[in-house]
């Protein structure tokens, strides 16, 4: 897992309610990612930043939110507009931000988001 | 469309025994190609990268192959231990914004 932290490992919700998972990492990596990992899926990216105060949406956006307010840290928020948010969440950083295709990712421990 | 493709879909092996497990892609342009190993309820970690000019990388008792004319990949696990169970993910890079593209994933379980 490197020196990427993700809390919580766990996480309920109920339907209707705003859930902020967390990602720390102390790599001092550029660029840091946000994937979801359905049973039987491949991981789908939800948003990625390349720097500080700065990020883009990626191909599953919709009812995620991001914040990246320094440098170690990309919160990611699940709102209640998100239809389907049961999931296993990873957030994943690179070293560079000139060419995400080449860096390889280094993958937090994930978190287990269930909304009853 | 750009598509990585894993098979088979879960793989049950004997401890000690070989497996290899393959990986087909339709990405273009073709930029590297990533073996990762993810253990149930735990991030993927990196085993190989490969990139076009490379044919074989071997990193201890694990080597992906790379054939970028029919665009497969393979990764063979040799002697097999008990720890090696979890999914492997093949990711290829590439298309025209360098995007990561995941594979399912197969699941290997080795038995006693």
């Known amino acids: 897992d490197g020196g990427i932290t993700q809390s919580p490992k766990y996480l309920f919700r109920k339907e209707g309610q705003n859930v902020t998972l967390s990602c720390e990492q102390n790599?001092?990596?550029?660029?840091m990612y946000w994937y979801r990992q359905d049973p039987g899926q491949g991981l789908r990216l939800i948003y990625y930043s390349q720097i500080v105060n700065d990020f883009q949406k990626g191909d599953i956006a919709e009812g995620y939110s991001v914040s990246r307010e320094k440098k170690e840290s990309f919160p990611l928020t699940v709102t209640s507009a998100q239809k389907n948010p049961t999931a296993f969440y990873l957030c994943?950083?690179?070293?560079?931000?000139?060419?995400?295709?080449?860096?390889?990712?280094?993958f937090g421990p994930g978190t287990r988001l269930t909304v009853l | 469309k750009n598509q990585v493709e894993q098979s088979p879909q879960s793989l049950i092996i004997l401890e000690g025994k070989n497996c290899t497990l393959q990986?087909?892609?339709?990405?273009?342009?073709?930029?590297?190609l990533r073996w990762y190993k993810q253990d149930t309820g735990r991030g993927p970690v990196s085993l190989t990268i490969?990139?076009?000019?490379?044919n074989t990388k071997s990193n201890g008792r694990y080597t992906a192959t790379l054939d970028a004319d029919t665009k497969q990949s393979s990764l063979h696990i040799t002697a097999s231990q008990l720890s090696d169970s979890a999914s492997y993910i093949c990711?290829?890079?590439?298309?025209?914004?360098?995007?990561?593209?995941f594979g399912k994933g197969t699941k290997l379980s080795v038995k006693p």
């Open positions: 790599l001092n990596h550029d660029a």
């Open positions: 990986c087909n892609y339709t990405v273009s342009p073709f930029s590297n």
């Open positions: 490969m990139t076009f000019s490379e």
């Open positions: 994943a950083s690179t070293p560079g931000h000139q060419d995400r295709s080449t860096d390889t990712q280094y």
């Open positions: 990711v290829v890079s590439g298309g025209s914004q360098g995007n990561l593209i």
